[in-house]
């Protein structure tokens, strides 16, 4: 691609042997191109076009394989968003405060990946974050800091996306350790851990080291980010701990109204609707089905 630059910055060459690159890649760096100079900036793309050197006030190196990785799976029309906001946030971040934080450099981000957890419904585009489900309603989002990674930003690193969340895992353990407290809720005795940050769920995979977890494990209730509600699941009495914990969890109107079932290593939705019959409210349980056989056997 021949190249174009702004005002005075003669920086970058101008003359280039004719691209043999696929089509796909040149339509991307046209897009790039584009975009670079709407910013004002001059551009340089390497040879192999794994990345692309802007020029103006600052000169930022914006790495670029995961964006073509993520513009291979995406439909053309998604394009311009897609290189819109991957050059707008490299600029962003190349002049933000405490120094440039090139969010591609996995050696650059390792110290400040973190998780959060996420209602699926408050997540407006999953396809724009990287993360897991931990069941059909929350998400465990992979962060820098505070915000979420993009897929064209994880896309450059040379690991994986499962084994960058358990780098963000081992993250939030050495961070911190809940704050463990026993509380009365509407009747029943319940374990509160608190954190000063919004990964108190990731912290489930370590419940043991907290307090004792039996072997039929525990039902889970997440009010804020940062904030674990915990019953053991020792007993009948775990069907007035469900009612509890599920009103106090919709009264809350945080993270998530629902209460979950954490064993084996999964939060599993214990579905429990609140509904109005005959002006009275009531509370509709439908567990799953491991969880019913768990309660079949509790009630002998």
Same mark, same amino acid.
């Given at each position: 691609?021949?190249?174009? $630059? &702004?005002?005075?910055?003669?920086?970058?060459?101008?003359?280039?042997?004719?691209?043999?690159?696929?089509?796909?890649?040149?339509?991307?760096?046209?897009?790039?191109?584009?975009?670079?100079?709407?910013?004002?900036?001059?551009?340089?793309?390497?040879? %192999? $076009?794994?990345?692309?050197?802007?020029?103006?006030?600052?000169?930022?190196?914006?790495?670029?394989?995961?964006?073509?990785?993520?513009?291979?799976?995406?439909?053309?029309? %998604?394009?311009?968003?897609?290189? =819109?906001?991957?050059?707008? &946030?490299?600029?962003?971040?190349?002049?933000?405060?405490?120094?440039?934080? %090139?969010?591609?450099?996995?050696?650059?981000?390792?110290?400040?990946?973190?998780?959060?957890?996420?209602?699926?419904?408050?997540?407006?585009?999953?396809?724009?974050?990287?993360?897991?489900?931990?069941?059909?309603?929350?998400?465990?989002?992979?962060?820098?800091?505070?915000?979420?990674?993009?897929?064209?930003?994880?896309?450059?690193?040379?690991?994986?996306?499962?084994?960058?969340?358990?780098?963000?895992?081992?993250?939030?353990?050495?961070?911190? !350790?809940?704050?463990?407290?026993?509380?009365?809720?509407?009747?029943?005795?319940?374990?509160?851990?608190?954190?000063?940050?919004? =990964?108190?769920?990731?912290?489930?995979?370590?419940?043991?080291?907290?307090?004792?977890?039996?072997?039929?494990?525990?039902?889970?209730?997440?009010? %804020?980010?940062?904030?674990?509600?915990? &019953?053991?699941?020792?007993?009948?009495?775990?069907?007035?701990?469900?009612?509890?914990? !599920?009103?106090?969890?919709?009264?809350?109107?945080?993270?998530?109204?629902?209460?979950?079932?954490?064993?084996?290593?999964?939060?599993?939705?214990?579905?429990?609707?609140?509904?109005?019959?005959?002006?009275?409210?009531?509370?509709?349980?439908?567990?799953?089905?491991?969880?019913?056989?768990?309660?079949?056997?509790?009630?002998?």
């Amino acid at each position: 691609m021949r190249q174009r $630059g &702004h005002g005075a910055v003669n920086l970058f060459r101008r003359d280039r042997e004719p691209s043999r690159r696929p089509p796909e890649d040149v339509d991307l760096d046209s897009l790039l191109a584009l975009v670079a100079e709407s910013l004002c900036y001059a551009y340089d793309f390497a040879p %192999d $076009g794994g990345s692309v050197t802007l020029g103006g006030e600052r000169t930022i190196l914006v790495r670029l394989t995961g964006l073509r990785r993520e513009a291979g799976r995406r439909a053309r029309e %998604d394009w311009p968003m897609l290189v =819109s906001e991957h050059l707008a &946030h490299a600029v962003s971040a190349a002049s933000a405060a405490g120094g440039p934080l %090139d969010a591609c450099d996995l050696e650059q981000v390792r110290p400040l990946l973190r998780t959060r957890i996420e209602s699926v419904d408050e997540v407006p585009d999953l396809t724009r974050v990287v993360g897991r489900h931990l069941n059909g309603d929350l998400v465990e989002l992979l962060t820098v800091g505070a915000r979420p990674v993009r897929p064209e930003e994880s896309g450059c690193w040379p690991v994986p996306s499962g084994q960058a969340l358990q780098l963000a895992v081992s993250n939030v353990r050495q961070d911190e !350790r809940l704050l463990v407290e026993a509380i009365e809720l509407n009747g029943i005795q319940v374990t509160r851990l608190t954190g000063g940050t919004a =990964s108190a769920a990731t912290h489930l995979r370590w419940l043991d080291d907290y307090l004792p977890v039996p072997a039929d494990g525990v039902l889970v209730a997440l009010p %804020d980010p940062y904030t674990l509600l915990v &019953h053991p699941v020792n007993g009948i009495g775990v069907v007035r701990a469900i009612e509890r914990l !599920r009103i106090h969890a919709a009264r809350t109107d945080g993270l998530s109204a629902q209460v979950y079932w954490w064993h084996s290593g999964r939060l599993t939705l214990i579905r429990a609707d609140i509904v109005l019959q005959d002006g009275q409210t009531r509370l509709v349980v439908a567990p799953p089905p491991e969880f019913a056989r768990v309660l079949a056997r509790l009630a002998v």
